[in-house]
């Protein structure tokens, strides 16, 4: 199964301050089937990400992701109040499907 | 707009069975498959195993197998999740998508199970 591994696992930054995440693959991710996810307490994951670049319906333009084949990376431009959650990434390229352990965007 | 709305909390004892179900709307039931995902307290997500609404083609994660079975109800639009012989390391929530055309997922609310003697 691909395994895939989330940096750093926490980050802590300001509001106005840019977020780079990095979700690594041990293996090529097939068709860049990479999905990032948003998740606050309490909530459900959210999808902000398909298809390793594909924003989602109604996700702000400040999330962006990029990467392929085994590093992937969802940045964040300017972090607003509400981007402080933890953010996992999806692999469906081949079964299992699997997550990342999550890195968790807390305010500095 | 996709909604899955998800039956409601249940606490259950070792050893016994649970069965979540996870009614659709707002899109083609058959259209598309449904994963399903779990999470225990504190922690990060698990992939339980994928069904197709369309003909109920199955494949689930292997630490799961033989314990797991997914079905779908296309009269009522409806998903179900059954998980036997609990044990207290099954107490999650637990969530079921709607997989995308692009593989992207939609989620319900979520079901807290609780696996307690």
């Known amino acids: 199964e691909i395994v895939l591994t989330q940096s750093p696992g926490t980050l802590s930054l300001s509001p106005g301050e840019r977020a780079t995440l990095s979700c690594r693959a041990s293996?090529?991710?097939?068709?860049?089937?990479l999905g990032w996810y948003q998740q606050k307490p309490g909530q459900a994951p959210r999808l902000l990400i398909y298809?390793?670049?594909g924003r989602a319906i109604g996700i702000p333009d400040r999330f962006s992701g990029s990467g392929s084949g085994t590093d992937f990376t969802l940045t964040i431009s300017r972090l607003e109040p509400e981007d402080f959650a933890v953010y996992f990434c999806?692999?469906?390229?081949?079964?299992?499907?699997?997550f990342g352990q999550g890195t968790k965007v807390e305010i500095k | 707009q996709v909604q899955l709305v998800q039956s409601g909390a249940e606490v259950k004892k070792p050893g016994a069975s649970m069965k979540v179900s996870c009614k659709a709307s707002g899109y083609p039931f058959t259209g598309y498959g449904i994963t399903w995902v779990r999470q225990a307290p504190g922690q990060g997500l698990e992939w339980m195993g994928w069904i197709s609404a369309y003909n109920g083609a199955t494949n689930y994660a292997q630490k799961l197998q033989g314990r797991v079975t997914m079905t779908t109800d296309t009269s009522t639009s409806t998903a179900y999740m059954e998980l036997r012989s609990l044990r207290s390391d099954d107490t999650a929530i637990y969530y079921c998508a709607r997989v995308g055309g692009f593989g992207e997922l939609s989620w319900g609310q979520g079901t807290l199970v609780t696996v307690s003697s």
């Open positions: 298809a390793a670049s």
């Open positions: 999806q692999q469906y390229g081949s079964s299992p499907w699997t």
């Open positions: 293996q090529s991710v097939s068709n860049d089937y």
